[in-house]
């Protein structure tokens, strides 16, 4: 008979789970709020929510403190990793969904806010995102994607509408084959290695001298598959077009903003240590996808004549943009990853929420989608401060300066620079000048046609006080990013620099 | 307050824009005169306290801005962009007092002020990345000001002027994150400035790239052949006022680059390329005057000897020597001041018959004596008849490049003069000769509005063409130590040649305090 393991409560070090537990108190709470009293109106939900979230971003913050002071904390026999890539990213993720969910607050009535299960599954998602990026434990990352898409799913196909449908549906089995060539590609990890902890793998593969290289690059086809996915790489993207379409705007932009910093992160932890050891195919394949989903989705945003969907082409160039991080793998670049994805979230997140405001419940003859340009036609004659604004958000979007994304880009591209990826430096430039083109269509219907009858009554139908209020916060977090570049450089690269990245 | 003249100068127009939204459309008019008027005595305050005699930069201004990355605010004129910026802030003047657009008014007014930001910004910079913030922001006010109020094709106009130059920029970016990168390969330290990039001598084969692709940003906003082809869109769309500034000022942005960042920063690579940009500036000169004589359209006739003219600025900024890169910084103000009133005279006609071919006229002088007194004025400046200011810097350029290389030069010379013909034979059929067409019997005369604009433009012309001095000694003594500081840097033997040795001469011993 075994005998039993003793473990102390104190080594388990409980405070790791503290920032995802709140979350996951938090929906369970929405949950026994409703079963006490039903029918109760979304905004409690929404400040509730709102409250958790804000409790879970204060304890994220006390572990930044922490971390800055102890370095890494590390939890649950090492399956729990507090370190700077952890803290930050899960800052972002929060503070993303903190302006994401009082988007709910439409003045107009939709289906999916009556479920209070819908601000339940939401926190759930938020935990699982929070539980992928706080670990190298692939078992652990499995377990966090998981729960974070499942819940995803559903409230994709809560928006009710035939193409919501179809979007979560087609999500669903993307993500069902993702998942299972994320199981594969750590099943070979596991069995050439003996081990399910990144830096364990790490080790044993470099003092192996990498004599499996042939399964270590098996496993990664499936990895870079498996992330592909979820990061909607070419050719990987197919379904998000699809998908961001399908859901209502608001979540669309969350999409593109809160999974993919997760995902960003795993990727940073899985993909680096190769890359440095000179697993010269990986950063070959790592360097066409990200050349390739860059210039690629651009090209095909040029000829979408729906925003939404170009805006979906767009968050796919941008996400390719930033996988060039991943392959240059230096602090710098890493830092660049988390700035540029942090002025990124504000800007995407104005311009979905413009898309959002004008949302239409009934579609006029002759439209063949929500959000085709005519509608935006001579937008600025009638309604100038929202045209202004989307005009911001689309300028900041395609990096033109002082606005947000510029100093991402500039940021970016520096990195490339620095570390002798000049002809990368070159294509990331270029494709910023492509980009501008499809940011500008926006701004040509926009301010220079004229007015399309019947269209103009939906701007800003959907506004509500705590809508624009998010416009507003994104607006000033775009114009005065300049102001912002200097501090969150500064604490990303101690963060970032002390986790060894 | 005078030491923070050049914010003041910068935000001051932007500020007001702002304010501006509040202003009812009747009043906005005298609104944007008064804030432009202001903001014109200001650069003239600016030039009062200036002291021609330090070559170096004057009113210097440093604030941190993202300090982790080498990036600060830093300001700062010299003879180079004293001038620019008060011809900005003079045209945004003129423009605004001149203006006969009726339709959506408030709106052009304020985007007009946002661009004059982004104007006297670029020529104030002294950081790259801050000029490069004003240079890549002075293209959205002008997207809008030529596709909100342009012609028919102003869509197609306004966006390929866009991305041809927001292509080019990045490009320039590229390098400028470079040049920053060897600063701190060298220093330890991130620094956008660029008087401390001036302090770094370059590898030669990186000094090549690095020209190249600052190049490709500057030729563009210049532009430069074979880069040219949206400048005839953007003319031929914009509406008057688009035109003047876009001609007068912002073109004006990639010369002023070229004086500010390539020579002083990449000296080998500039002696290496100068032949090969001096052909493609004599092809410039030479082609765009044929393409001028065979249009029908007399404003594109403007805008195609507008580029022919550009040519031989360049031609003189990459005579590498003092003559010639004072003349070309002269050149430009006076290109600036002959082009922009040019289109502003083309646009008097416009308002009038809303065509622009010559061929509906014939005959104006006698119907209108004023205006054609004045267009023949320009047009002798524009084709740089002696007293007139163009001829200055057309000379000077000619005399610097003369230095470098006499077949050349005299190529140029020559374009410049057979040039002439298409300005005059413009001027043939659209002034002389009987009044053909009916309608134009009735045209009235220049009419008061219009006065205001031309007038001052025409007594600068002639009064710096009589008189070029107080304005070419500051620019002279700046430009003597931006060559010595080329000299000093350059390390092939034929740049040491090709860039004369200043240190025995006056005036330039200033040069250690001012760099």
Known sequence: ?501 | MIDHILTLLIFFPALAAMLGFVVTKDSIRAYGIAVAGIEFLLSLWLWYAYDPMVSGMQFMEAAPLIPAFGINYLLGVDGISLFIIILSTFFTLIGIASLTEKRRIKDLIITLLFLEMTMVGVFAALDAIVFYVFWEFSLVPMLYIIGAWGGPLRIYASVKFFLYTFTGSLVMLVGMLFMAYFYYQATGQWSFAILEWYRLILPENFQLWLFVAFFLGFAIKVPMFPFHTWLPYAHGQAPTIGSVILAAILLKMGTYAFVRFSLPLFPDASVFFMIPIAVIAIIMIIYTAMVAYAQEDIKQVVAYSSISHMGVIILGTFALNVEGVSGSVFLMLAHGVVSGALFLLVGVIYDRRHTKLMSEFGGLASVMPRYATIFGIMMMASVGLPLTINFVGEFLSLLGFYKQSHMLTLTAGTAIIVGAIYMLSAYKKAFFGNVTNEENKKLKDINKTELVGLIPLTIVAIWLGVYPKPILEPINNSVESVIQLMHDKAQSAEAKVRIPDLSGKNGTNTMQEAY
């Open chain 1, 1 to 501: 008979m075994l005998e039993p393991i003793h473990v102390a409560l104190g080594s388990l070090n409980i405070a790791t789970l503290a920032p995802m537990l709140i979350a996951v108190v938090g929906a369970l709470s929405i949950l026994i709020i409703d079963l006490a009293k039903g029918g109760l109106h979304k905004s409690l939900y929404v400040m509730i929510a709102l409250l958790f979230l804000l409790l879970d971003l204060g304890a994220l913050v006390d572990f930044g403190g922490l971390f800055l002071k102890n370095g890494t904390i590390l939890g649950f026999f090492d399956v729990m990793l507090m370190d700077g890539i952890a803290i930050m990213s899960q800052i972002i993720i929060v503070a993303g969904s903190m302006l994401f969910i009082p988007l709910a607050l439409t003045s107009k009535r939709f289906h999916e806010y009556d479920y209070p299960e819908y601000f339940a599954l939401f926190l759930f998602m938020i935990a699982g995102f929070q539980f992928m990026v706080a670990t190298d434990n692939l078992i652990m990352i499995f377990i966090g994607l998981e729960t974070a898409s499942l819940a995803l799913y559903t409230l994709i196909a809560l928006h009710n509408r035939s193409k919501s449908f179809e979007a979560a549906v087609k999500y669903f089995t993307m993500g069902a084959l993702a998942a299972g060539f994320y199981a594969f590609g750590s099943m070979i990890l596991y069995a050439i290695s003996g081990s399910v902890e990144m830096n364990q793998i790490a080790t044993i593969l470099a003092e192996d001298h990498y004599s499996n290289i042939g399964y270590v690059l098996l496993s990664m086809a499936f990895m870079i598959a498996a992330f592909g996915f979820k990061l909607s790489m070419v050719p990987f993207h197919t379904w998000t077009p699809d998908v961001y379409e399908g859901s209502s705007a608001a979540l669309a932009g969350y999409m593109s903003i809160v999974p993919k910093i997760a995902a960003f992160v795993v990727a940073m932890r899985l993909f680096e240590f190769l890359v440095h050891s000179g697993v010269a195919w990986l950063q070959v394949i790592l360097y066409i996808g990200v050349v390739v989903t860059m210039t690629a989705s651009n090209i095909w945003a040029l000829v979408q004549s729906d925003v939404k969907r170009m805006l979906a082409y767009s968050s796919i160039s941008h996400a390719g943009f930033v996988m060039a991080a991943v392959l240059i793998g230096t602090t710098q670049s890493n830092t660049g990853l988390f700035l540029y994805w942090a002025l990124f979230s504000f800007t995407n997140l104005g311009a979905f929420t413009m898309i959002w405001v004008n949302r239409q419940k009934n579609l006029l003859p002759g439209q063949s989608s929500d959000h085709p340009y005519e509608k935006f036609s001579g937008m600025v004659k009638t309604m100038p401060m929202g045209a202004v604004m989307m005009g911001l958000f689309m300028l900041s979007l395609a990096g033109i300066p002082p606005f947000g994304l510029f100093w991402g880009k500039m940021y970016m591209i520096g990195s490339a620079v620095t570390s002798g990826y000049t002809v990368l430096a070159l294509i990331m430039a270029l494709n910023s000048a492509i980009a501008g083109y499809y940011y500008l269509k926006l701004i040509v219907f926009m301010f220079m046609k004229e007015p399309m009858v019947g269209y103009n009554q939906f701007y800003f139908m959907n506004a509500s006080l705590s809508l624009k209020t998010i416009i507003g916060i994104a607006a000033v977090g775009t114009i005065f990013a300049v102001f912002a570049v200097n501090p969150l450089l500064k604490v990303i690269t101690l963060f970032v620099y002390n986790s060894g990245y």
